[in-house]
């Protein structure tokens, strides 16, 4: 194996060293850093995604990787993420400010040093409170687009 790949396990137990799931093509996986104000910000505009702005850092158009996404969202006072769902599971982990993560109808208060484990299709919403709120949340998905958002329409 060489230093810049790793090893795999596929469906079947096969070890893949350094290839990639999809592509069964071996490939170079760089290091990278980013910093969050070189990301675009994205959000704040549309009505099913409530008041929610957020930043992919990594897994998103500026910087894919292939196991994961992670990002910085941001609230403002009294900002609101609706009811929604997903299949790939989420954490959220408070940043600055505080609100409450409703997850199936429990509610979980959120604030600098928290950390939330949100289920795959467990329904869920962010209330931020009068000082607005900010967390990091990750996903175990390769991009941020293949995440598909169920809002409380048609959530179940």
């Given at each position: 194996m060489q230093p810049n790949q790793t090893s795999q396990i596929d469906v079947d137990g096969k070890i893949l060293d350094g290839?990639?799931?999809?592509?069964?093509?071996?490939?170079?996986?760089?290091?990278?850093?980013?910093?969050?104000?070189?990301?675009?910000?994205?959000?704040?505009?549309?009505?099913?995604?409530?008041?929610?702005?957020w930043r992919t850092l990594m897994g998103g158009e500026q910087r894919e990787t292939p196991?994961?996404?992670f990002g910085?969202?941001?609230?403002?006072?009294?900002?609101?993420?609706?009811?929604?769902?997903?299949?790939?599971?989420?954490f959220y982990f408070g940043l600055s400010g505080s609100g409450v993560v409703t997850v199936d109808g429990v509610a979980h208060p959120i604030s600098e040093g928290i950390a939330i484990y949100i289920p795959g299709d467990a329904e869920h919403s962010v209330n931020a409170s009068a000082e607005g709120l900010r967390f990091a949340y990750g996903f175990a998905e390769s991009c941020f687009d293949n995440i598909v958002y169920r809002f409380s329409d048609n959530a179940t």
């Open positions: 290839c990639d799931f999809e592509e069964m093509q071996c490939r170079k996986r760089d290091a990278f850093s980013v910093h969050v104000e070189h990301v675009p910000q994205e959000g704040g505009d549309d009505p099913a995604y409530g008041t929610v702005r196991e994961f996404v910085i969202a941001e609230y403002g006072p009294e900002g609101l993420l609706p009811a929604h769902r997903h299949s790939s599971a989420e």
